[in-house]
């Protein structure tokens, strides 16, 4: 079943932060994020394993609460080049085989 | 590394054309999978190939989708007879199963167009 990733949309002034949450209804082993540009591949952010760690990739960074079956990820500061569109993976494993992704967020950041 | 390599990036073709996706995967990686981005579904996985035996094909929408893996270094991804709505991006992404938590690497997609 897909996760759920809120909010679908955020537009915000570069240097703010934002939040983009993924929640799922299956228990979960792992969260992978991933960053798609307008037309280009997504690019692989950050694996978060259960545990409830936080992983950081320069300003952003991310949480993994697996009781709650859910994760985070925080964007500190944004930067122009932050804008794309923001998917969380997860998985019931460590694995990229098992990976089902969320609808995305989409993020602008407007000068 | 040249990362993975698609082809075509694009394709328009018309309904009842045979249509057929190239991939060549990182040298290296042992998985192999094939991804269809539309607006309407999100990034669907199709098929995945584990050391060139596919291991889940049950995310192929039907019969008219077909994806081989003769070797490591290449993959075709074949759809017979095309219909409108596989209109989409594929995407082809490998990833090494044997380093722990492993992480998919994306090629650049195929922008399909059937008309």
């Known amino acids: 079943q897909q996760p759920v990733q809120s909010p679908q949309a955020v537009i915000l002034r570069e240097g703010e932060d934002a939040v983009i949450n993924c929640s799922s209804s299956?228990?979960?082993?792992?969260v992978h994020w991933y960053r798609q540009k307008h037309g280009e591949a997504p690019v692989f952010l950050m694996i978060?394993?259960?545990?409830?760690e936080q992983k950081g990739h320069e300003k952003i960074s991310a949480s993994f609460n697996e009781k709650k079956q859910q994760s985070s990820l925080y964007l500190t500061a944004s930067q122009l080049s932050y804008s794309g569109t923001y998917f969380c993976g997860t998985g019931n494993s460590g694995s990229a085989r098992q990976l089902t992704f969320g609808s995305g967020t989409q993020l602008t950041v407007l000068p | 590394d040249a990362g993975v390599i698609q082809s075509p990036r694009h394709e328009v073709t018309e309904m009842g054309q045979e249509v057929t996706l190239r991939c060549k995967p990182i040298?290296?990686?042992?998985?192999l999978f094939w991804y269809r981005q539309t607006m309407m579904r999100g990034l669907e996985l199709l098929i995945y190939f584990n050391n060139n035996v596919p291991i889940d094909d049950s995310g192929m929408p039907e019969d008219r989708f077909s994806a081989k893996m003769p070797n490591a270094s290449f993959s075709t991804l074949k759809i017979q007879p095309s219909e409108p709505r596989d209109s989409a991006v594929y995407f082809c992404?490998?990833?090494?199963?044997?380093?722990?938590?492993?992480?998919?690497?994306f090629g650049a997609g195929s922008r399909l167009t059937v008309l």
């Open positions: 992404a490998s990833s090494r199963t044997d380093s722990g938590a492993n992480v998919l690497t």
């Open positions: 978060l394993l259960k545990g409830g």
């Open positions: 299956k228990a979960l082993y792992s």
């Open positions: 040298s290296g990686h042992n998985s």
